[in-house]
């Protein structure tokens, strides 16, 4: 039982590229979510999903999208990366409460 | 929209002594508060939750408060050990409509240190 597994743990990326994080859980929760994690900012949610097929936005959704075409899946995108995207990413899952969290995805734009 | 706030950011305790971390939120329809704690290179784990309809809860060495009509929640830990030097988030949490899943708003975090 893996739990909340984010890929890739580390990337480095030039300003305007493009890229993909993906997170996959093996607990068949229905929830899911992308936080950032920024110092002295803590974590905010950039979106979240509810259910296979649906998203929505959380607090700092711009720049960023997101799919949830399977239910084990959550992917975020950065369609033109920005020196402001620089930050650890978390992934979590849920079933009623209780967030369950990825070890997180650190991302440096240049 | 909603906020939460958490103090201290940092926080420098004997071991032994107790340590409190406080938080305040300001959507009145929150009714779930967790408590993370995230050590070095981890994500977040749960050590503590309170639901609105509780003013107490205490799990071993630790115990948080709430109270709704101030709308602030406290995360108390007696008997600090070197092992809970760490980060530790409060949060808040409304529900989400129709589902039973919930928003959970983080506050900025709290830096403990436990000195030997």
């Known amino acids: 039982n893996a739990g909340v597994t984010q890929t890739p743990k580390f990337r480095v990326l030039k300003t305007g590229q493009s890229m993909t994080l993906l997170c996959a859980q093996d607990?068949?929760?229905?929830?899911m979510y992308w936080y950032r994690q920024d110092p002295g900012m803590g974590l905010r949610l950039i979106h979240y999903s509810v259910g296979e097929g649906t998203t929505a936005k959380g607090e700092v959704p711009d720049g960023y999208n997101v799919s949830r075409l399977k239910k084990q899946n959550f992917l975020l995108g950065l369609e033109s990366a920005a020196p402001s995207q620089t930050s650890v990413y978390f992934c979590?899952?849920?079933?009623?409460?209780?967030?369950?969290f990825g070890e997180g995805s650190r991302l440096t734009v240049l | 929209g909603e906020n939460v706030e958490q103090h201290p950011s940092t926080l420098s305790v004997q071991e032994g002594d107790s340590a409190v971390i406080k938080c305040t939120y300001s959507d009145s329809a929150s009714n779930y508060f967790p408590w993370y704690k995230q050590e070095l290179g981890k994500g977040p784990q749960l050590i503590i939750d309170?639901?609105?309809?509780?003013g107490e809860k205490k799990d071993q060495r630790i115990a948080v408060t709430l109270n709704k009509t101030a709308k602030h929640f406290s995360l108390h830990i007696t008997e600090t050990q070197p092992e809970d030097s760490a980060v530790y988030f409060c949060a808040a949490s409304t529900r989400l409509g129709y589902s039973s899943a919930s928003k959970i708003i983080f506050g900025s975090g709290t830096r403990l240190s436990i000195r030997p």
């Open positions: 607990m068949n929760h229905e929830y």
């Open positions: 979590a899952s849920s079933r009623t409460g209780e967030l369950f």
């Open positions: 309170i639901r609105s309809n509780v």
